[in-house]
C-alpha cells in the first residue's frame, strides 16, 4: 500500500500523559499537512510541512501541540499534558507542490483517534 | 475569509434515488479551488474531486456528477442511482490561492448521507 499511513490508529491516555502520533506520506509528497476532526465537524487544519520545513501553523496549534518532520519525510505530531479536550480523530494528509504549479489535492491517512480519560 | 457551508447535516434516501449534496463558499480570492472527499465508515478520507474556479464545466464521473456555478458560489454533488455503499459523511472543501501567502484547505461539517436497501 503506498497511501498516508498513521500510527497508531488508536489513542487512549489519561489527562495529563504526552503522546505521540506518527504520519509516513506517500513517498514522492513533499507536504505534510495535520489536521483534527472532532464529532460531526469537518477537519480543521493544524500545520503543515514543505519538506522539512514548518511553514504554517493554525491557532489551534496551541503550545502543548509540536509537530516535526525532521528528514522531509515522516512527521510527528506530540501533544504534551493531555487534556479531555484534545481527544479528537487526527488526521494526515499529503499531496505534491511541483515548481511548476501544484494540483492541490491532498491524500489523507486512516487517522490516529485519540481519546484522553 | 474562506468559509463552506453544507446545510444539510443527514440525508437518508432509499437505493436507486439520485441524490444531491449542497455546497456554498466563500472566498474574496479570484483563484480557488474546489474539492469533494468521502469519509466512509473506516475514517478515511477519500478524495473525489477537484475543481478550479476558472473551470466551470460540470463533470460526471459514472454515478457522480458535479454541478459548478460561481454565479451563486455553489459546487453541489449528486449521485445518481445510489448504493448502500454511498453511505458516508461527505465533505466539500476550499482552498483559495491568494496573490500573497498561503491558506489552508477548510472543510464544511458534512453531510452524512444515509442509503437503505
Known amino acids: 500500500d503506498t497511501g498516508v499511513s498513521q500510527d497508531p490508529r488508536h489513542k487512549i491516555t489519561k489527562r495529563g500523559q504526552n503522546v505521540t502520533f506518527r504520519c509516513d506520506p506517500i513517498?514522492?509528497?513533499?507536504?505534510l499537512y495535520w489536521y483534527r476532526q472532532t464529532l460531526g465537524q469537518g477537519p480543521e487544519f493544524l500545520t503543515y510541512f514543505q519538506n522539512e520545513a514548518q511553514l504554517e501553523k493554525s491557532r489551534l496549534l496551541s503550545d502543548r501541540f509540536s509537530a516535526e518532520r525532521p528528514k522531509g519525510s515522516f512527521s510527528t505530531l506530540e501533544i504534551q499534558r493531555t487534556e479531555q479536550g484534545d481527544s479528537a480523530m487526527y488526521l494526515c494528509?499529503?499531496?505534491?507542490?511541483?515548481?511548476?504549479?501544484?494540483?492541490?489535492?491532498?491524500?489523507f491517512g486512516p487517522g490516529t483517534r485519540l481519546t484522553v480519560t | 475569509a474562506q468559509k463552506v457551508t453544507q446545510a444539510q447535516t443527514e440525508i437518508s434516501v432509499v437505493e436507486k434515488e439520485d441524490v444531491t449534496l449542497d455546497c456554498v463558499y466563500e472566498t474574496r480570492d479570484t483563484t480557488y479551488y474546489l474539492f469533494w472527499y468521502k469519509q466512509p465508515p473506516s475514517g478515511e478520507l477519500v478524495f473525489l474531486i477537484r475543481r478550479n474556479s476558472f473551470d466551470e464545466q460540470n463533470e460526471i464521473s459514472g454515478r457522480y456528477s458535479w454541478n459548478f456555478q460561481k454565479s451563486t458560489s455553489s459546487f453541489n454533488f449528486t449521485i445518481t442511482a445510489s448504493q448502500v455503499v454511498d453511505s458516508a459523511v461527505y465533505f466539500c472543501a476550499l482552498k483559495s490561492i491568494p496573490a500573497l501567502g498561503n491558506t489552508p484547505l477548510v472543510f464544511g461539517k458534512g453531510t452524512r448521507l444515509s442509503v437503505i436497501a
Open positions: 494528509a499529503s499531496s505534491l507542490a511541483r515548481a511548476s504549479g501544484s494540483s492541490h489535492e491532498q491524500y
Open positions: 513517498s514522492e509528497h513533499n507536504r
